[in-house]
T-cell receptor, first 116, second 116 residues
Framework: DAGVIQSPRHEVTEMGQEVTLRCKPI?????LFWYRQTMMRGLELLIY????????DSGMPEDRFSAKMPNASFSTLKIQPSEPRDSAVYFC??????????????FGPGTRLTVL | AQKVTQAQTEISVVEKEDVTLDCVYE???????LFWYKQPPSGELVFLIR??????QNEISGRYSWNFQKSTSSFNFTITASQVVDSAVYFC?????????????FGKGTKLTVNP
């Protein structure tokens, strides 16, 4: 079975440019999560969706960040305009809807973003 | 407030030694879930275990074992007879109803280096 798929794996861009990160969750999973990992702040949840609907975006750093999930098999995280401090590894994860409590999140390989 | 503390930032052992990674959590909920993830040098996050607060039985999976003690709010992870391939950063995570039932709060991670 395919796991969570993210693209691109690496992105290098210049400050001010728009960056779009993509994620395909595991088929049948109802939840999708976007995380950011930096040395200073560790793993931070940015936003998560349930059945394509954003549930909690309190972790989104500022208005430059936006996320969409137009259908059950695709999500994007967009940064516009990008800044050097956005440099990080961005992970997407997905999980099943579970009536038995929090289900396991399975992570994609991550996108390493470098903003020059 | 929910919190996960991994006090050991880095651990270095020699192959075949046993090593225990500590995880202490804080939550006011009686129902919560604990997780361990492994992040090898290649960067992906690999799920290891999920445990709910009502199941205090220790778990063993091959060389890996987990000790869950509610009395001390700890969920420690032991690797027996460590191998070089165990070298990675290990994260403990918590989910409870306070933070939103599907949200994970991660510790800062423990970097384990197993030397040959």
């Amino acid at each position: 079975d395919a796991g969570v798929i993210q693209s691109p794996r690496h992105e290098v861009t210049e400050m001010g440019q728009e960056v779009t990160l993509r994620c395909k969750p595991i088929s049948g999973h109802d939840y999708l999560f976007w995380y950011r990992q930096t040395m200073m702040r560790g793993l931070e949840l940015l936003i998560y969706f349930n059945n394509n609907v954003p549930i909690d975006d309190s972790g989104m750093p500022e208005d430059r960040f936006s996320a969409k999930m137009p259908n059950a098999s695709f999500s994007t995280l967009k940064i516009q305009p990008s800044e050097p401090r956005d440099s990080a590894v961005y992970f997407c994860a997905s999980s099943l809807a579970s009536t038995g409590g929090t289900d396991t999140q399975y992570f994609g390989p991550g996108t390493r973003l470098t903003v020059l | 407030a929910q919190k996960v503390t991994q006090a050991q930032t880095e651990i270095s052992v020699v192959e075949k030694e046993d090593v225990t990674l500590d995880c202490v959590y804080e939550t006011r909920d009686t129902t919560y879930y604990l997780f361990w993830y492994k992040q090898p040098p290649s960067g992906e996050l690999v799920f290891l275990i999920r445990r709910n607060s009502f199941d205090e039985q220790n778990e063993i999976s091959g060389r890996y074992s987990w000790n869950f003690q509610k009395s001390t709010s700890s969920f420690n992870f032991t690797i027996t007879a460590s191998q070089v391939v165990d070298s990675a950063v290990y994260f403990c995570a918590l989910s409870d109803d306070q933070g939103g039932s599907e949200k994970l709060v991660f510790g800062k991670g423990t970097k384990l280096t197993v030397n040959p």
